[in-house]
């Protein structure tokens, strides 16, 4: 009860963005006021927050404002994408320190753990702190997951990773806790920790990678799934008249959505000249980057592929709301950015055609506010939650 009574107060501060006083604490979370006093002496004693000056509210004594310790204790971020991995340092209250993005340089597993372990070194050397102030390392990787083993399993996009213990290898190779997670998931985690909703938020997360993926939100918290794989969307189809899929249908995300599936729509169009280019993801990433380019300066054959692309996003979109009715749709990833404008043009019709629930009420669309890195802040901030956020399971007594 203790430790259910500390995040509580911790996570009331960190809401609060402007500290709140012991009495306000108290009114907030509903303990009282001898409970937040010896709270808030220990966390005081313990560095995680700190008295931030007095304020005058009326008659009687000033009331002392506490805040997060935002040097107390950072979290290390780390997206892996199979074309660019990104590395975001954070202090207590979520804020980007210091931040790096490194090209992926081999899907040879060894290769990258040596890359992420160096670079992770890199990033708290160059913010000036304590080693031992960093409560740990998030790390975002594509999934499937077996999340209880800390593996990564097959991911489409990283040919060679088959079963890699990433979790453990990389703990030994830092000697810093590592937190191995979806990248949608800690997408949303971010987006949660950032997006300041209300407490009963509720949203579907669209993961625009390498790889298309989902992830929700239900009253505030990250809905993982039984295996902590939610979101496994590629194989849902939205275009029955689509490209084969290596699963046997048509037209499945997989296929259609990816930024690989519309850059070879883009290039079968006549968009670009000569032959086509690569598929890996450097050359993906560089012919996606012209395509979104010629479409903001009117190209139409560019505009026309990709607004045929969101018409086939909102099909997916469509499903995921109509079965999990939720009260909006965030959109965000290391792809995002450069379809923002059309795709917010675009989708809200779309989806308001296909919506069940159309009749009486329409569902907000909007970017993440966390921005391409959302995955990397994510995952940093998985890291945070574990030591700010109250969570019921800390009521449990174990056998």
């Not at 990564?152 to 190779?173: C, F, S, T, Y």
């Not at 099909?315 to 792809?335: E, H, K, M, S």
């Not at 296909?354 to 907000?364: E, H, Y």
Request: with cysteine; charged share 25%.
């Amino acid at each position: 009860m203790g430790d259910f009574n500390q995040s509580v107060i911790l996570e009331a501060i960190r809401l609060s963005g402007e500290g709140l006083s012991r009495i306000e604490l108290a009114e907030a979370t509903g303990l009282s006021a001898q409970t937040v006093t010896n709270i808030t002496r220990r966390l005081i004693e313990d560095g995680l927050i700190a008295e931030a000056g007095r304020i005058i509210n009326g008659p009687g004594k000033p009331r002392i404002t506490l805040r997060l310790n935002a040097g107390s204790h950072f979290s290390v971020g780390v997206h892996l994408d199979p074309a660019v991995m990104t590395f975001v340092l954070l202090d207590l209250t979520g804020r980007v320190v210091e931040r790096v993005t490194k090209r992926t340089p081999d899907k040879d597993p060894r290769a990258i753990v040596d890359v992420m372990a160096r670079t992770i070194d890199e990033l708290i050397q160059a913010a000036g702190i304590d080693r031992g102030l960093v409560a740990g390392v998030g790390v975002a990787a594509p999934g499937p997951l077996d999340a209880e083993k800390g593996t990564v399993i097959d991911p489409p996009k990283l040919q060679g990773w088959h079963r890699v213990p990433l979790r453990g290898v990389l703990e030994e190779a830092t000697g810093l806790p590592v937190t191995l997670e979806k990248d949608t998931t800690a997408a949303v985690v971010g987006e949660l920790w950032t997006g300041r909703g209300p407490a009963d938020d509720s949203f579907v997360f669209v993961y625009l990678g390498t790889g298309i993926g989902a992830a929700l939100a239900r009253d505030g918290e990250v809905v993982g799934g039984s295996s902590r794989n939610f979101g496994e969307v590629g194989h849902i189809v939205v275009d029955t008249e689509g490209p084969s899929c290596s699963c046997g249908a048509r037209g499945c995300v997989e296929v259609v959505c990816t930024p690989q599936a519309i850059v070879e729509q883009a290039e079968r169009a006549g968009v670009f000249l000569g032959d086509s280019e690569g598929t890996d993801a450097d050359s993906v990433d560089e012919r996606f980057t012209q395509l979104c380019e010629r479409a903001a300066a009117g190209d139409e054959v560019a505009l026309h592929v990709l607004r045929e692309a969101a018409k086939r996003l909102a099909v997916l979109i469509a499903a995921l709301t109509n079965v999990l009715d939720v009260d909006r749709v965030v959109l965000g990833g290391p792809f995002w950015s450069r379809l923002s404008d059309l795709y917010l043009r675009e989708l809200p019709e779309q989806l308001e055609q296909r919506s069940a629930t159309r009749a009486i009420r329409s569902l907000p669309i909007a970017g993440t506010v966390v921005g391409d890195d959302v995955g990397a802040v994510g995952a940093a901030c998985v890291v945070l939650d574990s030591v700010l956020t109250p969570r019921a399971s800390h009521l449990l007594l174990e056998a």
